[in-house]
């Protein structure tokens, strides 16, 4: 029985530095939550919209300005 082993490296756009890890090794929860959660926008845009919506309908609602 063989495994295999899958290494899932991080993907880093040029055009913004401060999504790549420092060369200390230092973690950045923050940026990493943020970059997954643009990027599941970008594969998943009518999902997104859905829970945008949602979201937005329960804050509307439980802020009622009326």
């Not at 029985?1 to 929860?29: A, D, F, K, V, W």
């Amino acid at each position: 029985m063989t495994t295999s082993s899958t290494t899932y490296e991080r993907q880093s756009s040029s055009n913004n530095p401060q999504t790549t890890r420092t060369t200390t090794g230092e973690l950045q929860p923050v940026d990493d939550v943020l970059e997954y959660v643009k990027t599941y926008a970008i594969h998943n845009p009518g999902t997104t919209a859905a829970w945008c919506f949602g979201i937005g309908f329960i804050v509307g609602w439980k802020l009622k300005p009326w």
